[in-house]
């Protein structure tokens, strides 16, 4: 009896050790998640900016022609993405408007053997109406 009790008092050192050897990978599993997600996030915001400016000047002709108002329907989509530099370019053939919007991501941390970032280019296609 005297040795169950004695071994069950000295398993709380295990514990504390156990967590010491776990704890930095999983802080360096959620920091990684979160540097996903936040790649993922930009991904789907330029995405959309570039649909945002095509609608823009998918309605008539002048404005598939009006360049600065492309650039700033896709911007507005752009405002939560900071320090991304984004270019927006629009351009017409056969009546069909392509809007490419490009920004850069960076990560939070440098992660060995990874990139610091990443050149993120998206663009869409529309038919102008009229």
């Known amino acids: 009896m005297k040795t169950q009790s004695l071994f069950r008092h000295r398993s709380g050192g295990q514990a504390l050790a156990e967590l010491a050897i776990l704890l930095p ?3 360096i599993i959620v920091l990684g998640a979160a540097d996903y997600g936040r790649v993922y996030y930009h991904f789907v915001t330029i995405e959309s900016a570039a649909a945002a400016g095509a609608q823009y000047g998918c309605v008539s002709t002048t404005k598939a022609a009006d360049a600065n108002g492309i650039r700033l329907a896709a911007m507005r989509q752009l405002q939560d993405i900071t320090n991304a530099n984004p270019v927006v370019t629009s351009s017409v053939n056969n ?3 392509t809007v490419k919007v490009t920004a ?3 990560t939070v941390l440098h992660w060995p053997g990874m990139p610091n970032g990443a050149v993120i280019t998206r663009g869409t296609q529309m038919r102008i109406l009229k």
């Open 25 to 27: 990978l999983l802080i």
């Open 95 to 97: 009546s069909v408007l």
């Open 104 to 106: 850069t991501f960076s």
